[in-house]
């Protein structure tokens, strides 16, 4: 089911938003650790536009496939 994926991955993205916190909190001296929150930080905001991209794709082709049949086929 796409919307438990999209919850799940919502999820997972607020664990680590409060996880960040703390940890920033606790080790916000160590220069390389903060890179490293910022790195994962940029992942995650690129794999949300991934996400994103791939569902309205495959929305789009879903719906053209729903609209075609086997008379008049999709080009």
């Known amino acids: 089911n ?5 919850f ?3 999820v997972t993205v607020n664990n680590w ?3 960040r916190q ?3 909190a606790n ?8 890179t490293l ?7 995650i905001e690129q ?3 991934i996400v994103i991209l791939i569902t309205y794709v495959f929305t789009v082709c ?3 496939y729903l609209l075609c049949n086997w008379r008049n086929p999709c080009l």
Do not use: M, P, W
Request: proline fraction near 0%.
């Open 2 to 6: 796409n919307n438990t994926e999209h």
């Open 8 to 10: 799940h991955f919502n």
């Open 17 to 19: 938003v409060l996880t």
């Open 22 to 24: 703390f940890l920033s």
């Open 27 to 34: 080790c916000g001296a160590h220069v390389k650790f903060i």
């Open 37 to 43: 929150l910022r790195t994962i930080d940029y992942v």
């Open 47 to 49: 794999f949300s536009l």
């Open 62 to 64: 879903l719906k053209q």
